[in-house]
Nanobody
Framework: QVQLVESGGGLVQAGGSLRLSCTASGTIVSANAIAWYRQLPGKQREFVAHIDRDGRALIVDSVRRRFTATRDSAREVVFLQMSSLRPEDTGLYYC???????WGQGLRPWGQGTQVTVSS
């Protein structure tokens, strides 16, 4: 199965911003809702954001004021814009096609993720 590919992570100082991208071959991105997840050190992967095919986004409360999800379906890409980053946001960030019954569950094989490191 085709994996989704995450990019855009890096090292940033606290208070900084990053924009993550999620792409895949074919029309997987434009044809599906896409969710963002993250795995913080020592913790299980957690759901962060969901964006449907029409661009309506839902962000978890813990980061709602700092993260935004958008999509450019024509370019087959979904973004996670992260601002006011904190050291506790450090972790691996993934995207996937979410199960319609449980957005916390991804339907595709997980990619390698993109590492976000926020220094204090």
């Amino acid at each position: 199965q085709v994996q989704l590919v995450e990019s855009g992570g890096g090292l940033v100082q606290a208070g900084g911003s990053l924009r993550l991208s999620c792409t895949a071959s074919g029309t997987i991105v434009s044809a599906n809702a896409i969710a963002w997840y993250r795995q913080l050190p020592g913790k299980q992967r957690e759901f962060v954001a969901h964006i449907d095919r029409d661009g309506r986004a839902l962000i978890v409360d813990s980061v709602r004021r700092r993260f935004t999800a958008t999509r450019d379906s024509a370019r087959e890409v979904v973004f996670l814009q992260m601002s006011s980053l904190r050291p506790e946001d450090t972790g691996l960030y993934y995207c996937n096609v979410p199960s319609p019954l449980n957005w916390g569950q991804g339907l595709r094989p997980w990619g390698q993720g993109t590492q976000v490191t926020v220094s204090s």
